[in-house]
């Protein structure tokens, strides 16, 4: 048989071709991997849409690039690509709940609660508790949403014209005759999201807007400060003291480290010859978190900013710290429940009639930042949405006013330059204006709530058992007097009992046979926004289950959330929450005398693990003490590997289940 080797050769080609353009796609994917686990989103992408003519998973493709235009803050570009690999029926557990976001970013409401619907339903018992809470708030706002847009002001919108580019205007302030802003015009590129670098720009203010929402600057921008801008991180949102002489203001991002968590606040002092100095970094910073969108109030004597360091709602949360005479800066205090949410709080403005204005996605809103405003009476926080046409469904935050009824915000809404832009805003109506709809007439009975809480009390134990007769206390935080004082029946239940908005509470239950058990229950952030009331009086009730735990000796409990550094024994922030209550423990049960142990992994020599445990339980010992418990109520035992939990751990999760810290009673 004679073979053709011309077709042979054409056979042997296109194999090779094929295997190369294999190889190059897995290249470019690999490429854009590593580019995604660097944080440069821009990057990743580029590579990811080479590797995309290959033969990639695509729901792991497709994932990457969903998630790499979303950290880069392109969430309407994101939806395609969450689309797509939900369709290839990818395992991420977070892809219904960010395609969500996506999707709501379009105004594609319906969507959006469809796939909250399905995360809420299939969430693993992994989930952070912050993403699952901020789920199910937004799975209400969406029910909500067509309550929500009925909210409409009469504000006209104008796109600040030459002063937006095809990059990034935001975060307008004013100081003087000038209005300052942050911008991406730098010559390096951010490679997060494709853009020039942010810096601090500025230009003329008009003098009298007209009527018609015509606010365009008398000049073109200009650098602010020669002395404020380095060419390779980003800077902006800054704020500006009463005098105009001290300037607060974020820096960080050089794109060196993943997560943006690289951002701090800065300060600058205006000295002689009217020059800016080096900006110092603030104290007040936290080094392993995002701190940004610095605010004075009116009177200069609080700081407003921006963080998600530890401790907070969730997300980025709204922070304030006093300012004394010295200018020396208190310690940063979150600004609680009510103005926080489990979602992100950013951008405040505190007004001159002391109104806060802030941004958020956890309030119930039309897009994905919408702007609130907050106000505070008889020691209850009001937010409210701010309507249309101020919100929409892409990002509006920045908002500041110049006068009475006009000021400034910014959004990356449709219709406009190019990502984020600066708008003008005037209240009122004009001739030129088209009618927008006003506020739905308010009812002539304000519509009210009442809040109540009941519970039960339990054993802690498998299968849970009501506990009748046990006492139960419900007492208010701020003047530590019992507001409700019961006995459990049998069904081990007690209520309903009202409660304040805004008031802290601690509820204390007692029963012979058992330790005191003492549970924390706030009532900020549980009121019930507006909107979303419908009768005149409405009655909600929180219930809370309390478990009481049996006192019986050498019982022993395992302390979640108690953790080291590698070949450390110091104690760690994180841990500091889980041994305060611990602390509280013996303070209600003054009897009570425990031992606290450490255990290690198998993963070291036997004499290293037992001095390394010893320490931790020392350390933790020591802890309590200098929380004013008695030396001699506790007792610090290092067990080392002796007791494994898991006899044979091949997997890191099965190491740190035998790497644990314990409780076990000794004295009744």
Same mark, same amino acid.
């Given at each position: 048989m004679r073979i053709n080797t011309l077709s042979v050769m054409l056979v042997a080609m296109a194999l090779a071709t094929g295997l190369t353009g294999c190889n190059s796609a897995m290249q470019a994917y690999k490429k854009g991997v590593h580019h995604y686990d660097a944080g440069e989103y821009n990057l990743a992408l580029t590579q990811f849409q080479k590797a995309a003519t290959g033969t990639i998973d695509p729901a792991r493709l497709n994932y990457y690039m969903a998630e790499s235009y979303r950290l880069s803050n392109r969430f309407a570009e994101a939806a395609p $690509?969450?689309?797509? &690999?939900? &369709?290839?029926?990818?395992? @991420?557990?977070? &892809?219904? !709940?960010?395609?969500?976001?996506a999707l709501k970013s379009e105004g594609n409401y319906a969507g959006a609660l469809e796939q909250l619907q399905q995360y809420v339903a299939n969430a693993p018992k992994t989930a952070p508790k912050a993403t699952l809470d901020k789920a199910r708030r937004e799975v209400e706002t969406l029910r909500a949403i067509d309550m929500i847009a009925k909210t409409k002001s009469l504000i006209t919108i104008k796109n600040m014209g030459g002063l937006n580019s095809p990059g990034a205007e935001f975060a307008p302030v004013v100081r003087g005759e000038e209005l300052v802003f942050t911008a991406s015009r730098k010559d390096q590129v951010y490679k997060n999201n494709g853009l020039p670098m942010l810096g601090l720009y500025k230009t003329k203010l008009p003098q009298n807007p007209d009527e018609t929402g015509s606010a365009a600057p008398t000049g073109p921008p200009e650098l $602010?400060? =020669?002395? /404020? !801008?380095?060419?390779? /991180?980003? @800077?902006? =949102?800054?704020?500006f003291s009463k005098d105009g002489k001290t300037m607060i203001l974020a820096r960080g991002n050089n794109g060196k480290r993943k997560g943006g968590l690289d951002v701090d606040l800065y300060i600058s002092r205006l000295g002689e010859g009217n020059a800016w100095s080096q900006p110092l970094?603030?104290?007040?910073s936290d080094s392993t978190a995002w701190d940004g969108s610095p605010a004075f109030s009116a009177d200069g004597k609080t700081l407003y900013f921006a963080s998600n360091r530890a401790g907070g709602a969730g997300g980025i949360d709204i922070y304030r710290t006093s300012i004394d005479a010295s200018g020396r800066f208190s310690r940063p205090v979150n600004m609680g429940r009510d103005i926080n949410t489990p979602g992100d709080e950013m951008f405040p403005y505190v007004a001159p009639n002391a109104k806060l204005y802030f941004a958020s996605d956890g309030h119930p809103g039309l897009g994905k930042l919408d702007i609130f405003v907050a106000t505070r009476s008889g020691g209850v926080t009001r937010v409210e949405n701010m309507g249309q046409p101020i919100n929409s469904p892409a990002d509006d935050f920045g908002l500041i006013y110049t006068g009475d009824a006009r000021g400034f915000m910014s959004s990356n809404r449709g219709g406009g330059k190019g990502d984020d832009d600066i708008y003008f805003f005037q209240e009122g109506l004009t001739p030129s204006t088209p009618t927008i709809a006003q506020n739905p007439p308010a009812s002539s009975a304000p519509k009210t709530v009442r809040y109540f809480i009941a519970g039960t009390v339990s054993a802690n134990e498998t299968p849970v058992a009501p506990l009748d007769s046990a006492r139960v206390r419900i007492l208010d935080d701020a003047t530590g007097q019992p507001v409700a004082e019961v006995t459990t029946g049998q069904p081990g239940t007690f209520g309903k009992y009202p409660l304040t908005e805004g008031k802290d509470y601690t509820i204390l239950a007692e029963r012979k046979g058992y330790l005191t058990r003492r549970e924390p229950f706030t009532m900020q952030g549980k009121s019930i926004p507006e909107v979303f009331l419908t009768k005149p009086q409405t009655d909600t009730t929180f219930n809370v289950a309390i478990l009481m735990d049996k006192s019986v000796l050498n019982k022993t409990f395992v302390l979640e959330n108690i953790y080291y550094d590698l070949d450390k024994y110091n104690i760690r922030s994180d841990a500091s929450p889980e041994l305060d209550k611990i602390v509280v423990i013996l303070k209600d049960n003054p009897t009570l005398k425990l031992e606290l142990s450490s255990h290690t992994d198998v993963r070291a020599p036997d004499a290293y693990n037992m001095k390394l445990s010893q320490n931790r339980a020392k350390a933790a010992v020591d802890y309590i003490v200098s929380q004013g418990i008695s030396a001699d109520r506790l007792v610090a035992k290092g067990y080392g590997e002796t007791r494994l939990v898991v006899k044979n751990a091949k997997t890191e999760e099965e190491h740190q289940r035998n790497r644990r810290t314990e409780i076990k009673i000794l004295e009744l």
């Open positions: $690509f969450y689309q797509k &690999a939900l &369709a290839a029926n990818t395992t @991420e557990p977070e &892809a219904h !709940f960010n395609y969500a976001y $602010f400060s =020669t002395n /404020v !801008f380095e060419g390779d /991180v980003n @800077e902006g =949102t800054p704020a970094r603030l104290p007040i």
